[in-house]
């Protein structure tokens, strides 16, 4: 089916091809910065020159798509497909396909400075810390990147949530790590999350409710600074191995926080915005109450410690439009901070609610969802 000519020279096509299809398409041209318009123009044209027969795609399930074809392309392409006998939408399938080859996902090279990290906090419950963690690291991962999630909050959602039980209490953990009771290497704590989108490269550091005990355990230590550096210094063997590491903060305004904020200052020698704080909130008013406690501990930490932490934004989250001036008004006022700025507007709908009844990621449960597609964007603002 084709409408009228855009004024661009172009006709809009509109036929059927696989979710998984259009998904990778999506994903792979944002990734590589493309145009889903000039990725599908090029695939046409791959296909046109391309031996024939071609794979076959299995269409069942097909779901509509569109997207704009420069006229004189689609008409010679429509006419091969009727010349080979070769059904639009398959030929359109096979085009995606080839592109989609031609086009990998970028080799991800480490950097000598070690993981970009990101700490994703707020001292008010209930902002949805624990879900922008994951669901921002699944899409940094889908996009090539190898990304581990650190669970720094001992009530653990982020451990249960993605389907897996708290540390034994007894055992080793990322606390005993900070506070010199290892038992054994860091990394043997860390689990794969499993997810044909994520390609073997999104991971996890569990909690363990010995999180509870950490502000006290630091603060009867005798070593210099290891209030805020105990972090740091447990997560170091980590840093080399990873593209991207997010720390999911407890809501508190403690040590544990300190540590997180300090983990994620800019080193020296690191481009700004490559690590820092992002900060969910809600279009209300005890959101931006915490977040005047919050911002006093921050000022305070790169203060005495003569660092740089950066905010790298506010991401307005469980948004509902429905309920009317007091949030379009709030969020108004977080826009007007100016600095950090709103990053993202997260709307409250449901897919999220069931990933988490599911013990599922959000980007294997709807991939395809309004949700998942917010936590993509972000996460391609991350990475820029």
Known sequence: MVTAITPEGRDKVVTKIPPQLRRELKIRAATVGVDIQDAVTEGIKAWKTAAKPLPTIDTSGAQSFSTYV???????????????????NQALAQSIRLWLDSHPLPRRERRAAGARRIAVGNQKGGVGKTALTAGVAQALAEMGFKVCMVDFDPQGHLTKQLGHEHLPLK?????????????????????????????????????????????????????????????????????????????????????????????ARTREGEESRSSGLIIPVQAEDSSADAYALLREQIDALCDDLDIDICDLGFIVNLYDIRKGYVLTSSLDNW?????????????DLKDQREAVRTKTPLLIWAPDSEQADAMRAIARRIAA
């Open 70 to 88: 420069p006229t004189d392309l689609l008409a010679t392409f429509r006419g091969d497909c009727s010349e080979l006998r070769v059904a639009y």
């Open 335 to 347: 826009k007007a901070i100016g600095e950090p700025e709103v990053i993202a507007v997260v709307n």
């Open 171 to 263: 055992g080793d953990s990322l606390v005993k790590h900070m506070v010199g009771e290892r038992q054994g290497d860091l990394r043997d704590l860390v689990l794969p999350i499993e997810g044909e989108a994520f390609g073997g490269r999104l991971f996890l550091l569990p909690a363990c409710t010995d999180g509870f005990l950490l502000d006290a355990k630091l603060v009867t230590s005798r070593e210099v600074r290891v209030k805020e550096t105990a972090l740091e210094k447990a997560l170091a063997g980590l840093d080399a191995d990873y593209d991207f590491i997010l720390v999911d903060c407890p809501p508190s305004l403690g040590y544990a926080m300190d540590n997180a904020l300090y983990y």
